[in-house]
RNA sequence: GCGGGGGUUGCCGAGCUUGGUCAAAGGCGGUGGACUCAAGAUCCACUCCCGCAGGGGUUCAGGGGUUCAAAUCCCCUCCCCCGCACCA
């Protein structure tokens, strides 16, 4: 057994010992690769490996390649969750203690210090960095940070980058909505919402109604998401067992008397509207009143229905039966029920005659979609739920995309565009307001409230919708290069539909907003240019430690000077002054943002596409300079574990640092980076990763046995040529991945490929012990070494050791291919050989010959080679046969030649390339043989079988007897 | 609803950008064989259907089209996944 646990930790002492992953600024060319840093609530899994093992194979590639690389990592530890995690902590909250315990495995006497939430941020910062190292990331670890105020001096370039927003105009103050707990009073994201996070939050359209009460207007606000319907409401729905309010509404200095829902006054007290109630009184109270339309002035009355919902908007609905099923059938309802209209002094007759409205021509229905629809699914009244939902669903669907508006102003404008002019014109004279309702109930907040949509104001936003912005990001956006191309599509589409942004909240960690410290800049907002932090952070750091940095001091200027200005000597001079740092450290803090910007190629997993990745283009475009602007970007996918999703919560997680424990850090990068191409998806299968260790254990025996040879100077055979052939192969297929990031495509070739070629070469040589071969495979494992180092850095390490190679493979150079190496012939060859076999075999099988002796092979003559070439080249009947017939020896088989020249365009044989094949049977002569366990007899004389004529240029025929 | 991406042979998953060399890589699973006292590991062969001579047939969600030629290009239909924000 190899130990790979004792080599892995010798490399990676080493390689921190000597610092070579710590680069300085020299006269190469530079690679800069950052990747989103972690968020540390927890352990990373193997799912997020992928995401911090594609940058660290590429660093590794690149630096190999002779590039100065800079690969750096920092933690990110703002926003609320690890705060909500410490409370939870604290509440002794079981689930979250069964995470952090079980899942996680943190120790017992450190959980219970995680009710600080710094404790947590300490402990994950600690562990994860571990992770990282024993994983072998070539990271420079002088250079590391955490965000928040907990680490001032990022803290102090964030406000910078919020200073430099604000002056151009990118952050404004504005309202918002949002979901809201009423009692604790915050904001809710996604995480804080217990029951409903799917709910999205709709806009209903509130239609002012007038009632005439002692010539007072007072208003009934119909809530609808159909605002155009409003020119075919022929009566209201109250329901008359629900308790409604008559409430003064005060809002934009404006004042009125509002009747709704007792539910709807409370919720819409969130939205801007100051409320006082007036009264309160069931809903039949106003039954069989009269109300007037604000829009076509109709006078309409004001009927019962149970369906109402008065926790749904405003409690007041405004019916219109030709085109809404559920008013249909209660009118349809209310006509069969005389007795409730009496009840509320209706005459049933008025009821009776209620005429339905046709507004909306619809293809495939008559007058009264509605009506049609609600025949057609089987309706028998208001109880039918189910069916009358569906009913509704598939009018609003059909109306909205197909429908045709009949009524003027808006006549023949299709529906999808008239819902919305109506609305606004409503609403500009006055006529309708609007509210916030979720579209399902309930939702609960994780504190166990029933959450209200909140307009909240004095919000802070960067202005992602401001156009001039845009277009520098599509312009940036296009300049840079995507991996995989084909998330370029959803990045310009994230782009021209980001808006304003919240930018700031008022709990969590984080950087304070500079100008209005109550709030704090939220994750997402943090995390935008921390890139070029990284290249003056090694600087930052020494000075921390040497207690030289006042954070306080690093102004608005220092920052401006560092990534804005020009260099000038006199400026360094004044920000010594000011920030106490020497004007020299100053000088070489910008030198190396000038020299590692534009950062090459950002990556992350492609969750971050809508959100992070796209906000780090448009604060780069507004920040820096165009030269400044970043060059690249690559998004993975995400993993799965035996087939099912991971989560946390559920448990099914495999900790990357367990993994590692279990398997090797180099298996499990190899492991990762074979399995899945770009942003698809992989799949961890324990079974799997047990089989590529053994395989990896068979590279380290091969590679240490091949050491022991020698390369000799001696004339190679043509099998081992081969090899070298298909080594030149790998080379070139393994670089040309990595450059496009394909790991997987490069593991193919650096490994598998490799893997195989050496299998069948091995197979070729049984029973050879030559120099040639020797010296053949030694070249082999020079290479190979070197090709696997990026996947599989310890173990090359501990191999490069044994080859004798100079320093750490790490560093060493890159393999490319040998001119002198290629050799396509050979291959064909090769090819040829395997063919034959593959056929022979075939052949056997076939026609059951288990009991045959012997096998005749006859190469394609000369004149057959003549005419495959001219057909190449031709690649046409009649063209390729007048060039033959020229050569009056082809004339004299003019029909023979016919034949071939046909059999060859039929199988688009254009693809010439001529070898020796008589001269490749001969070598492989006693391989055939072996492998089929039949005597070759190449070319003979007699035609045995009359297979003879068969022979084609790359296809021999052959007779078995 | 809006936006992005997909449907490939038992499974996973390449290939499709630049139509032919695609019955379609690779892995897993399965079958047979070599090795072994045996198991494991390893290696070899086969793994859509048919075939007593290296061949033929039917496939790449479904339907239609372009072309000498389509998994690959175009159109339509069906189905699936992801995002929609103040949240990391």
Redesign the pocket.
């Known amino acids: 057994m190899i130990d790979f646990k004792a080599i892995e930790e010798k490399w990676q002492k080493k390689w921190l010992e000597e610092k070579i992953f710590e680069p300085k600024i020299d006269e190469r060319e530079k690679f800069y690769i950052t990747v989103a840093f972690p968020?540390l609530?927890g352990h990373l899994h193997v799912g997020h490996a992928r995401t911090y093992t594609i940058p660290d194979v590429i660093a590794r590639f690149k630096r190999m390649q002779g590039y100065n690389v800079l690969f750096p990592m920092a933690w990110?530890i703002?926003?609320?969750?690890i705060v909500g995690i410490a409370e939870r902590i604290k509440n002794r909250d079981s689930k979250t203690i069964w995470i952090y315990r079980d899942v996680y495995k943190v120790p017992e006497d450190i959980l219970w210090t995680f009710e600080d939430p710094k404790n947590i941020v300490k402990y994950f910062m600690k562990t994860a960095r571990e992770t990282f190292i024993k994983a072998g990331f070539s990271v420079d670890w002088s250079r590391e940070f955490h965000t928040t105020s907990l680490f001032p001096p990022f803290s102090k370039f964030i406000e910078w980058q919020f200073w430099t927003l604000k002056k151009k105009g990118l952050v404004v103050k504005g309202a918002?909505r949002?979901?809201w707990d009423p009692v604790v009073g915050t904001?809710?994201?996604?995480?804080d919402i217990m029951e409903g996070e799917d709910i999205?939050i709709l806009e209903y359209v509130l239609i002012k109604f007038i009632l005439m009460e002692n010539g007072e207007e007072i208003y009934l606000p119909a809530a609808t998401l159909r605002p155009e319907t409003v020119y075919g409401v022929t009566n209201m729905w109250l329901n008359p067992e629900a308790t409604y309010v008559k409430a003064k509404i005060r809002s934009k200095g404006k004042e009125e008397v509002w009747i709704i829902s007792r539910e709807a006054a409370y919720k819409l007290s969130f939205q801007d509207k100051e409320i006082e109630v007036i009264e309160e009184f069931k809903g039949e109270k106003l039954i069989g009143k009269w109300v007037k339309n604000p829009v076509t002035g109709d006078e309409i009355i004001i009927l019962p229905a149970e369906f109402v919902d008065p926790d749904n908007a405003t409690g007041v609905v405004m019916s219109v039966p030709a085109h809404a099923p559920f008013d249909h059938v209660a009118i349809e309802d209310l006509k069969k029920e005389t007795e409730v209209l009496l009840k509320y002094d209706i005459d049933p007759r008025i009821v009776g005659e209620i005429s339905y409205i046709s507004l909306i021509e619809l293809e495939g229905y008559g007058e009264f979609p509605a009506v049609e629809e609600v025949e057609k699914l089987g309706v028998k009244s208001q109880k039918d739920k189910e069916k009358l939902e569906q009913a509704t669903k598939n009018i609003y669907?059909a109306e909205f995309h197909k429908g045709i508006f009949k009524i003027e102003p808006y006549k023949g404008k299709p529906v999808q565009e008239v819902k919305d002019l109506i609305a606004k014109d409503m609403k500009d004279r006055g006529k309708a307001d609007m509210m916030y309702e979720f579209a399902e109930k309930p939702v609960i907040s994780r504190f166990g409230n029933q959450a209200v949509v909140k307009i909240i104001h004095d919000q802070w936003f960067i202005d992602?919708g401001n156009p001039e912005w845009k277009e520098k990001a599509r312009e940036a956006l296009a300049r840079m290069k995507i991996y995989p191309e084909?998330?370029r599509?959803?990045f310009e589409?994230v782009i021209d539909?980001?808006?304003?942004?919240?930018?700031a909240?008022k709990i969590?960690l984080g950087t304070p907003l500079p100008w209005d410290k109550e709030w704090v800049i939220?994750?997402?907002s943090d995390s935008t240019i921390y890139m070029a932090y990284y290249t003056i952070s090694r600087h930052m750091n020494r000075l921390r430690e040497e207690g030289k940095l006042d954070s306080e001091k690093l102004t608005r200027e220092f920052f401006d000077y560092l990534f804005l200005e020009e260099f000038s000597e006199k400026r360094e001079k004044e920000l010594e002054e000011k920030t106490g740092i020497p004007a020299e450290t100053i000088h070489e803090m910008k030198e190396e943002f000038e020299y590692w910007y534009p950062l090459d190629w950002r990556c992350s997993a492609k969750?971050?596409i809508?959100?992070?990745l796209t906000f780090f283009i448009f604060n780069h475009v507004a920040i820096f300079r165009k030269e400044h602007w970043p060059k690249g970007i690559a998004v993975n996918g995400f993993g799965t574990l035996e087939g099912t999703k991971m989560s946390k919560s559920k448990g099914n997680v495999l900790n990357f640092i367990d993994a590692i424990e279990e398997n090797g850090a180099d298996v499990v990068r190899l492991y990762i980076m074979s399995l899945?191409?770009h942003d698809?998806?992989f799949?961890w299968r324990r079974?799997?990763v047990g089989?590529l260790k053994?395989q990896l254990e068979r590279f380290y025996e091969l590679i240490s046995e091949f050491a022991q040879y020698e390369e000799k100077d001696v004339e190679l055979m043509d099998i081992d040529k081969w090899l070298l052939h298909r080594l030149n192969r790998a080379i070139e297929g393994a670089t040309k991945a990595l450059e496009e990031f394909r790991t997987r495509t490069a593991v193919?070739w650096a490994f598998?490929s490799i893997l195989n070629d050496l299998?069948w070469y091995m197979?070729r040589t049984e029973g050879r012990d030559d120099e040639a071969k020797r010296t053949t495979l030694r070249k082999l494992a020079e290479i190979w070494v070197r090709l696997m180092a990026p996947f599989t850095p310890h173990t090359c390490e501990e191999l490069w050791e044994k080859l004798g190679g100079e320093g750490f493979v790490s560093l060493a150079k890159w393999p490319e291919p040998d001119p002198e190496w290629w050799n396509e012939s050979i291959e064909l060859e090769e090819d040829y050989i395997k063919n034959?076999i593959?056929?022979i075999?075939?052949?056997i099988s076939?026609?059951?010959?288990e009991n045959a002796r012997r096998a005749y092979i006859y190469t394609a003559k000369e004149w057959k080679w003549k005419v495959a070439q001219v057909v190449a080249e031709k690649r046409d009947f009649k063209a390729s046969m007048s060039e033959v017939m020229k050569d009056p020896e082809m004339r004299k088989r003019g029909k023979e030649v016919s034949k071939l020249i046909q059999k060859l365009i039929k199988d688009?044989a254009f693809?010439f390339k001529r070898i020796d094949e008589e001269k490749a049977l001969k070598q492989a002569k006693d391989f055939i043989e072996s492998e089929i366990g039949l005597e070759i007899i190449i070319n003979p004389d007699e035609d045995k079988?009359g297979?003879k004529r068969?022979a084609m240029p790359m296809?021999?025929?052959?007779?078995?007897?």
């Open positions: 968020y609530s990110h703002t926003g609320s969750p918002h949002v979901r904001p809710l994201g996604d995480h999205p669907k992602y084909s998330r599509a959803q589409a539909w980001l808006d304003k942004k919240a930018c909240r969590g939220e994750s997402l969750d971050l809508p959100n992070h899945a191409e698809s998806d799949d079974k799997e089989k053994k193919q598998y299998r197979r034959l593959e056929d075999k075939e052949i076939v026609a059951r010959l688009r693809d079988g297979k068969q296809k021999p025929a052959v007779y078995i007897e």
